[in-house]
Nanobody
Framework: QVQLVESGGGLVEPGGSLRLSCAAS????????LRWYRQAPGKQRELVAS???????HYADSVKGRFTISRDNAKNTVYLQMNGLKPEDTAVYYC?????????????WGQGTQVTVSS
């Protein structure tokens, strides 16, 4: 079992920065693939960024070059550094931990943190 708690959301002006954190407890953090998703009002949840247990990263085209995902296994924490924020980045951001194989799947979600980009 993994518990995930996000923090770091808030209100920021366009062009500003925020760093989201997601702290995990309860299991072997380093084996999990970690992801940040977001969901804006009236829209489907979308994958923003991911990082594998080996540190390989992937980004949605809409955030590439502006967002950076990283993980600190010693602190059981995954981060999302968001720079150059735009109003369209406004959403609830969720972290996700996934560990799966041919016959097992461990999939955990945090409660979400609100990010609002507005002047």
């Amino acid at each position: 079992q993994v518990q995930l708690v996000e923090s770091g959301g808030g209100l920021v002006e366009p062009g500003g920065s925020l760093r989201l954190s997601c702290a995990a407890s309860g299991s072997i953090f380093s084996i999990y693939g970690l992801r940040w998703y977001r969901q804006a009002p009236g829209k489907q949840r979308e994958l923003v960024a991911s990082i594998t247990s080996g540190g390989k990263t992937h980004y949605a085209d809409s955030v590439k070059g502006r967002f950076t995902i990283s993980r600190d296994n010693a602190k059981n924490t995954v981060y999302l550094q968001m720079n150059g924020l735009k109003p369209e980045d406004t959403a609830v951001y969720y972290c996700n931990a996934l560990y799966m194989g041919d016959d097992y799947r461990y999939d955990y979600w945090g409660q979400g943190t609100q990010v609002t980009v507005s002047s």
